[in-house]
């Protein structure tokens, strides 16, 4: 809460009871401030309590999974009608899971000699391990009824490339003896 503008009383007021009741009802009145702004600052997912947070996901469709996070709980529901836009498209689909903090992910629809409702999902080992609950409640929540999903894996392997000047130089010399 930010504090209220000092006030200056004048010199002969500045002393005393009176000194002494300035400072209450400026006490009060930052006090009744801080009463007025707690309802605007429980609107905000991200440092609301835990009781309105849960609230707050009830209205926005977000229910919380066996064992998430509080932080990425909050998350979910900060983005929660953002995510609700996004859900029909592949770039928004990518779009939500950068913004749940899944990072980097690959999506592929329609496949050649695949079924027309199988969409690979692309990602790494370690996004798959560490986000396995998200993943799967994400793909509940946002993904189409009428898909299949499959998880691919993506592996990264360290690659150098160098370059280097490799050139030839060729040179025949041939001699020729001549007899007297």
């Known amino acids: 809460m930010t504090e209220l503008p000092a006030f200056d009383l004048p010199v002969w007021m500045n002393k005393g009871q009176v000194a002494k009741l300035a400072a209450a009802a400026h006490r009060w009145f930052t006090l009744l401030g801080e009463w007025a702004l707690w309802p605007l600052n429980q609107l905000d997912p991200m440092t609301c309590r835990e009781a309105v947070l849960e609230l707050i996901a009830w209205q926005r469709d977000i229910t919380r999974f066996k064992g998430e996070p509080l932080d990425l709980f909050r998350l979910r529901v900060r983005h929660a009608y953002a995510n609700a836009r996004d859900a029909g498209?592949?770039?928004?689909?990518?779009?939500?899971?950068?913004?749940?903090?899944?990072?980097y992910v690959e999506l592929e629809e329609r496949m050649p000699g695949r079924d027309w409702d199988v969409v690979a999902i692309r990602l790494s080992d370690n996004q798959l391990a560490q986000n396995e609950s998200l993943l799967s409640t994400l793909i509940q929540h946002y993904g189409r009824t009428c898909r299949r999903y499959e998880w691919k894996i993506i592996t990264t392997i360290?690659?150098?490339?160098?370059v280097v000047e490799?050139?030839?130089?060729?040179?025949?010399?041939?001699?020729?003896?001549e007899e007297p």
């Open 89 to 103: 498209s592949v770039e928004g689909f990518k779009q939500i899971f950068e913004r749940l903090g899944v990072g």
């Open 166 to 177: 490799f050139s030839n130089d060729h040179l025949t010399e041939t001699a020729i003896l």
């Open 158 to 162: 360290p690659m150098e490339i160098q």
